[in-house]
């Protein structure tokens, strides 16, 4: 045999034997099963379905290796039932509003979202590159979880009420739908805060069992039908700038994935993040205006004074959160700080082109 056709044909073997012995790992991968539950009703839009999305794209992304198992809000567990679910190992994962959790640790509120906060491009910077992440990992290690951010709905309206809110007076003695810190400055303010997943929030409100309430925005807020129950739908809301949703996952089970495995779960929350803050952005505007134009809902901003009223009681609310732990206290420094940093930057940059951009588009 031609000496230069032998080695040529040697070396092609070889190559196919490598190649096999490369593809193997691969192949023998092991199924990954995932147990997912959540705060959310099914299907409900932005919120529901992008829980949903999330771990349609798991097993999307991972060729169907990762199968995860998908329960809405009271299909396995009740909406608030979840982080105990997961904590105990009896699921794998969570997709919800970590500040549900602040009975548990102060701490849980800061990452979702706080009065007077981050916007959902500064909670994004803070996490990822200003500590957030391990002040989050290290709260979270401490009830056996490991979480990232995997949505988020942007800056909220500050929500529907059945009488006008011209002072701080106003909020006295109101009964209120308002979970996380935000519910604490209400308080302060002489309001009393409840907690309600979002599948009770209606029914409470067309009831009187609750005289106001937040929820999301435009988008959502339509879609519960919260007009028939108020008409006053007032913003900014000063209690979720940036409101980031979580993917929480049972610690025990996460270290006892593959590195390849953490880093498709990763990207597939990384992905979602993205994907709901543009949903809400893209769909907000249009569900307003059928709000006021065909709903009759009366849109109204909240005055200086009453939002001069919520920035004091937020400080207040502060202090609590760092006399409660040294841990709490090292997160809210962080987040002051990014607070400031991001905010001098945003104000330099973002708010002052959309103001120059809306002036002269007569916006």
């Not at 099963?33 to 959310?40: D, H, I, L, P, Q």
């Not at 002040?135 to 995997?150: I, N, S, V």
Request: aromatic share 12%.
């Amino acid at each position: 045999m031609d000496r230069r056709k032998f080695i040529k044909n040697a070396g092609l073997a070889t190559g196919a034997a490598a190649a096999t012995t490369l593809a193997a790992p691969a192949i023998a991968q092991e199924r990954v099963e995932m147990v997912m539950v959540s705060t959310w009703p099914r299907d409900f839009p932005g919120l529901g379905t992008g829980a949903q999305r999330l771990a349609q794209n798991l097993s999307d992304m991972s060729d169907g290796r990762i199968q995860v198992e998908y329960f809405a809000a009271g299909e396995r567990v009740g909406a608030f039932d979840s982080f105990d679910e997961v904590a105990s190992g009896n699921a794998q994962a969570y997709h919800a509003a970590d500040y549900y959790w602040k009975g548990k640790h102060l701490g849980w509120g800061y990452f979702t979202a706080v009065p007077f906060g981050l916007t959902y491009d500064e909670i994004n910077a803070w996490i990822h590159f200003g500590g957030g992440q391990e002040l989050w990992d290290e709260l979270a290690g401490e009830f056996g979880l490991k979480c990232l951010a995997a949505g988020n709905t942007g800056v909220q309206m500050g929500g529907w009420f059945n009488k006008e809110i011209n002072s701080p007076d106003d909020l006295k003695g109101l009964k209120m739908r308002i979970p996380g810190l935000g519910g604490d400055v209400m308080a302060k303010l002489g309001a009393s805060p409840v907690s309600l997943p979002g599948g009770q929030i209606y029914e409470n409100l067309v009831s009187g069992a609750i005289d106001a309430t937040e929820w999301v925005g435009p988008w959502n807020d339509s879609f519960m039908k919260f007009y028939e129950a108020a008409k006053y739908y007032y913003y900014p809301g000063m209690h979720e700038p940036g409101s980031m949703l979580a993917f929480g996952m049972n610690a025990s089970w996460w270290g006892g994935l593959s590195k390849t495995d953490q880093a498709l779960i990763n990207a597939a929350a990384s992905q979602e993040n993205d994907l709901m803050m543009a949903e809400y952005n893209a769909k907000s505007g249009a569900a307003l205006k059928d709000l006021v134009e065909n709903q009759g809902v009366q849109l109204r901003e909240f005055n200086d004074d009453v939002y001069d009223a919520f920035f004091e009681a937020s400080e207040e609310v502060f202090e609590t959160v760092r006399d409660h732990s040294e841990l709490a206290h090292r997160i809210d420094d962080s987040f002051r700080a990014a607070r400031t940093d991001l905010g001098a930057w945003s104000k330099l940059t973002i708010q002052s082109y959309i103001a120059q951009r809306n002036r002269v588009l007569g916006v």
